[in-house]
Each structure stands twice: as C-alpha cells, then as structure tokens.
C-alpha cells in the first residue's frame, strides 16, 4: 500500500488545530498539552516521520501515548486523520465560516462567536466597522482592522466563487 505523502509540518499543523479546538471547547488540559507537544517534536524531527510508521499503523515515536501514536499512524500511512476530521465535523457552522478567515483559528473564532454572534466573514467586516471587536478583552485597533481586512477578502474569495447566471 502506497503512503500518503504528509509531511512533518502538515501534521504538525493539524496536531496544533486539534489542540486548539480541543482547548477552546474546555478538553483535558494535559490531552491538549499532549497534542502540542507531539506538533512540535514532529518539526524538530530532522527527518520524515513517516519512516516510523509501524507495519501495525502507529508512529514508533518515543514520548507518545498510544491513541495518539495510531492517530499519527493513520495520518501518515493514509492522509487523513478521522479524528480530525470528526472534531472539525463537530464544530458548530458558524465557527467554521470564521475560521476560513485568515488569522481566525479555533479558539478566536469560538470568541467572535460565543462574544458577540458572529457567524460569518461578512459578520466580522460589519463588527469590526462599529468596533465591536476591540470590545473583546485582548483585541485592541489593530487586531480589529487586521480581522476586518482577512474577513473582506474571504467575502470576496467566496463571490468569486459563486457561479455567474446566464
């Protein structure tokens, strides 16, 4: 069986959204302290991680407990990881409309949605242009006008998209 080819960064990265949905819906402190420390041994790892894949599906890495050993197993060997996925899935819609916005992960989309109701791209341009988003504890001007300008250009990305009447 032919592996997928999944980098060390790109499971990295999907181990520290884990850990930030996992974190942003109140999870284990320490399973999240867990899924972060394995993203960043996988970037300090000099070579593909990938080459540790057991013929039994886990990640023979030193330091991971056993779920998350055949979670990494499973991402490495297929290209997908289904608790990921099933995490994501799980996430109200809304969230995932405002982290399509760059510079939105999972925890300041939780904020913008639980604070103040937001529920789309556009919702975080019309928010940010009554400065609301500075109301939040932690968001100043800047940050506000940084969001607004991701959440434009998500709005625009996502028109384009839409297919043109005849």
């Known amino acids: 069986m032919k592996r997928a080819t999944v ?3 790109d499971a990295a990265l999907i181990l520290l959204n884990i850990a930030s949905i996992l974190d942003a819906t109140a999870a284990n402190p320490y ?4 899924y972060r420390r394995a993203a960043r ?10 080459q540790f894949v057991t013929p039994e599906g886990e ?17 490495f060997e297929r290209g997908e990881m289904h608790f990921y996925q099933d995490l994501y899935a799980s996430l109200p819609s809304e969230m995932v409309s405002l982290m399509r916005v760059r510079g939105i992960g999972p925890r300041t989309a939780l904020r913008l949605y639980v604070e103040l109701g937001l529920s789309s791209p556009e919702d975080v341009v ?14 100043g001007e ?25």
């Open 7 to 9: 980098t060390n960064h």
């Open 41 to 50: 041994m996988l970037l300090r790892l000099r070579v593909p991680a990938a």
């Open 142 to 166: 800047r940050s506000e006008a940084r969001l607004a300008d991701a959440a434009r250009e998500t709005a625009i990305d996502a028109a384009e998209d839409l297919p043109v009447a005849a």
């Open 31 to 34: 399973r999240v302290k867990a």
């Open 126 to 139: 019309s928010a940010a242009r009554a400065g609301r988003i500075r109301s939040i504890y932690r968001f």
């Open 59 to 75: 990640l023979a890495l030193p330091g991971l407990g056993e779920r998350l050993r055949r979670k990494l197993g499973e991402l």
